[in-house]
């Protein structure tokens, strides 16, 4: 009896210790009811609501608002926040893994998680609700970069990339660099992905197809450049400014738009695409590009990027874009450029995407997330 007695002690202290070094003991997972999207409009004028800190991801500026839910991520893990008042929805962390780099696609936040020298966990969680969907395991390195597109999530490091089925959990295709290169960035779009890869001293840009990584073009680029985003065309910038280059073939569509007053390279540049037209932000200006001309269309001053979602309901009729200004944003028709509302902010920092959810001003930077009501 003494001796079973022990060893049954001895298996519920094991037992014990071992849950504890788990992951599912370090795991901190709360769940949500869905989120109402908010109605309404933003005031003529509007002040801060609520600030929360977000992980960047390769240091740029993440697209963090989805109905009525704003994800931010931290070194564990990621949050919801409500959009109306920024308190917490729900959570996922884990305190025994680092957080590599999440991206929101389609309804859904998919984040890797590492706990020693590689990344090797993913995860998909309902936005709307935090419920996991899917958990896989993968081997990125700890610099690798995620970015997504509808049905598509694309993990980018210097010596290759990877996709992901944001849906299924099902890695789509890995692609290098060519020999004696690697890749400097990587993006995806409905064109596809886009490599930027450096090799010695020459740059090119590749075009892989998104669902089965078959090539579709290279085309060679000036030293220094850098890919600002892939819509129908990607987006690039250079010394000449920024440049769209045809998703069917890479041939540079029209003259480079945002180019400096004073002739010199364009810093930041951002890009993002609504219907036909391509949203670029540098130097102060946003430009809207016909995707299949590189006609410009219009352009604006701006101090940052329009971001989807683009709230339809902000005005009776037509579809607007919210263009910040520094202390106001600009309700713009996306057609002409025509000024349809103008709310009052505080001084919006420079740079970073912006998006309208329904009365509610939400300022996305890099290391954090910015809501005025």
């Avoid at 984040?111 to 993913?122: H, I, K, L, P, Y």
Wanted: aromatic letters at 4%.
């Amino acid at each position: 009896m003494w001796v079973w007695t022990a060893a049954a002690l001895a298996l519920v202290v094991v037992a014990t210790l071992l849950w504890r070094g788990s992951d599912a003991a370090a795991t901190d997972s709360t769940t949500a009811a869905p989120a109402d999207v908010p109605s309404g409009t933003p005031a003529g004028a509007v002040s801060a609501a609520w600030t929360a800190p977000t992980t960047a991801s390769g240091g740029a500026t993440r697209a963090t608002v989805d109905g009525g839910r704003v994800v931010v991520g931290d070194g564990h893990g990621v949050r919801a926040l409500d959009v109306v008042t920024g308190e917490e929805a729900w959570r996922y962390t884990r305190a025994n893994a680092r957080l590599c780099d999440w991206t929101l696609v389609g309804g859904r936040v998919v984040a890797v998680s590492g706990t020693e020298d590689r990344c090797d966990e993913a995860v998909a969680l309902s936005v709307d609700t935090g419920v996991r969907l899917w958990t896989r395991n993968l081997d990125l390195r700890p610099d690798a970069v995620l970015t997504s597109t509808e049905g598509i999530v694309l993990a980018t490091s210097p010596t290759g990339v990877l996709t992901l089925d944001p849906v299924g959990d099902s890695i789509r295709w890995r692609a290098d660099p060519e020999e004696g290169c690697t890749f400097a960035d990587g993006d995806v779009g409905g064109a596809g992905v886009a490599v930027l890869e450096e090799c010695g001293g020459s740059t090119r840009v590749r075009l892989l197809d998104g669902y089965d990584g078959t090539p579709l073009w290279t085309r060679d680029t000036a030293e220094g450049t850098t890919l600002a985003g892939v819509e129908q065309a990607v987006v690039v910038g250079g010394d000449d400014g920024v440049q769209l280059l045809a998703g069917a073939d890479g041939a540079p569509l029209g003259a480079p738009v945002a180019v400096s007053t004073d002739g010199t390279a364009p810093g930041e540049v951002l890009a993002t695409g609504v219907g036909a037209g391509a949203l670029v932000w540098a130097d102060g200006t946003l430009a809207v590009v016909d995707q299949d001309t590189g006609a410009v269309s219009w352009r604006a001053p701006a101090t940052g990027l329009p971001a989807a979602p683009v709230d339809r309901a902000l005005l009776a009729t037509g579809a607007s874009v919210p263009v910040p200004e520094g202390d106001a944003v600009v309700l713009r028709d996306l057609a002409t450029g025509e000024e349809l509302q103008r709310v009052d902010t505080p001084p919006l920092e420079a740079g970073g995407l912006l998006t309208v959810a329904g009365p509610v001003v939400v300022h996305q930077l890099p290391d954090r997330v910015l809501a005025y009501r």
